[in-house]
């Protein structure tokens, strides 16, 4: 029996239904399997561990590849992937503009996390892993998640080869149909957007930093320290 398996025979029939929880993994030993795992695999294409479940590649900087592996609801974690770009700001909770132009401060200006497009809950399912497993079950789980990451995620950072690719690649992203979390549920990646548009020369650059000040409520001084920003972006 799986991690889920034992997840829905709970859901359905109680505790008596299922033979008792094995005990969880301690955090430092499942972070063990996932840089044996994962980590290596990711190693092998050009990737630093900047953090337990979280790795960066700089190669092509200012254009960071990252990925990490994130905490949700059902003591379960799951990838997500994206980049990171050094000509980005972002805007702290007391409204300061601050630079993320390293692998260690590298964050989400771009954000795909395939358990909000996945078409079913198994096939949601199957991108989770949870300490709160078997060993078995964890080295199990943990290599579909590899299988799946490479699948996927490689070719995402591959269909980016420059800066220009970037205003379509968000332009797609945002277009694109999922069940879960849309795209403006990342504030970061809204902000982002902008800068990409002017990085580029792209019109739609102002439009998209008005979008973003209205959404998150930015305040009047980060607004303007923001604006004057993006005309400085070549």
Not at 10 to 23: K, L, M, N, V
Not at 84 to 107: C, E, M, N, Y
Not at 157 to 175: A, N
Request: aromatic share 10%.
């Amino acid at each position: 029996m799986g991690y889920w398996d034992r997840i829905q025979k709970y859901a359905r029939g109680g505790p008596e239904a299922i033979d008792g929880w094995p005990e969880p993994l301690p955090i430092a030993e499942f972070n063990g399997v996932i840089a044996r795992t994962l980590g290596a695999a990711l190693a092998d294409h050009g990737f630093e561990a900047v953090a337990p479940r979280r790795w960066v590649r700089s190669t092509r900087a200012p254009i960071r590849d990252l990925l990490e592996l994130q905490a949700l609801k059902g003591m379960s974690y799951c990838p997500m992937w994206g980049i990171s770009l050094d000509f980005v700001p972002h805007v702290t909770q007391r409204g300061d503009i601050k630079w993320h132009r390293s692998a260690k401060s590298a964050r989400f200006d771009l954000v795909y996390r395939p358990i909000d497009f996945a078409p079913t809950p198994a096939a949601s399912r199957d991108w989770s892993a949870s300490p709160f497993a078997t060993r078995a079950e964890v080295d199990e789980d943990l290599a579909r998640v590899t299988r799946l990451v490479l699948a996927q995620a490689l070719p995402f950072w591959d269909g980016i080869s420059g800066g220009g690719d970037l205003p379509r690649v968000y332009r797609d992203h945002r277009r694109r149909t999922g069940v879960g979390l849309p795209f403006e549920s990342f504030p970061q990646q809204c902000l982002a957007e902008a800068f990409v548009y002017a990085r580029c020369g792209d019109a739609a650059a102002q439009s998209a930093l008005d979008d973003y000040v209205r959404a998150f409520e930015t305040r009047p001084e980060t607004r303007k320290g923001l604006e004057e920003l993006l005309g400085t972006v070549i």
